[in-house]
């Protein structure tokens, strides 16, 4: 069974090393602050309902994470402001979709669904389903381009809500640091597109070729750079 998720794809497609690092060694990654520090928001939105309380979590969460080492010599501040982004969240955009507390969600909602016969499973997960939208919560501090706004992600998960739910959702790029939402509009050549990535994608992967390293400037920010350039400094070509 071939597992598949939005990243799994874009992974592949940057460099086929990179994805099979990610599920061959996942404890090589070298995880950045600003991942760390996205996970934790990510965390505290979902275990808690008020502004003061996830606040204390993720201030509390940064230090056991980053800081709990008495072999560091200083002590690092987050990459970004957790205040900025709680106060976004609770005090904006929170207001904006669930004014009165009443409404029904569901946070962090895993998916799992068949695709082509069972051969492949595409995987995921949905930071917030309210009726029938679907917020993807964004920890970035700049507000998204037009580009950010079409990411594969979107799409991927255009599709795999309609698969299980039988109908397209409302998205949402949730903007935490502006406390704002921006409506993602997939257009139909995209999700023409989507489908057609999805397949071609899990061929190459259930050919089972060996994945090819692509370097250049991503390696820069890919999570496995240490551990594949070490590879190429010190291990011969194989036979
Ligand atoms: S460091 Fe570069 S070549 Fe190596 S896995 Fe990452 S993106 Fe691929």
Same mark, same amino acid.
């Given at each position: 069974m071939l597992y598949l998720s939005a990243t799994g794809i874009k992974d592949h497609l940057d460099c086929a090393y990179r994805l099979y690092l990610r599920r061959e #060694? /996942?404890?090589s990654a070298i995880v950045s602050d600003d991942a760390i520090f996205g996970g934790i928001v990510h965390e505290g939105i979902e275990k808690y309902d008020t502004y003061d309380d996830a606040l204390a979590f993720g201030l509390a969460e940064w230090d056991r994470l #980053? +800081?709990? +080492?008495?072999?560091? /010599?200083t002590k690092s501040k987050p990459p970004k402001s957790f205040r900025k982004m709680f106060k976004g969240y609770y005090n904006s955009i929170l207001e904006e979709i669930n004014a009165d507390g009443f409404e029904q969600a569901e946070r962090e909602l895993k998916f799992k669904i068949p695709w082509r016969k069972n051969e492949v499973m595409l995987v995921g997960k949905w930071d917030r389903v309210q009726e029938n939208k679907l917020f993807d919560w964004k920890t970035g501090m700049r507000p998204p381009d037009k580009y950010d706004l079409r990411d594969f992600q979107f799409c991927f998960y255009d599709l795999a809500y309609e698969l299980v739910y039988g109908q397209r959702p409302e998205q949402f790029y949730g903007y935490l640091y502006g406390g704002s939402l921006y409506p993602i509009d997939i257009p139909e050549q995209l999700r023409y597109n989507t489908v057609k990535l999805v397949d071609r994608v899990a061929d190459e992967l259930l050919e089972q070729n060996e994945p090819l390293r692509v370097t250049g400037y991503q390696c820069k920010r890919c999570f496995y750079r240490e551990v594949c350039h070490n590879e190429l400094d010190n291990r011969p070509i194989p036979a």
């Open positions: #060694k /996942p404890k #980053k +800081n709990d +080492n008495r072999f560091l /010599p």
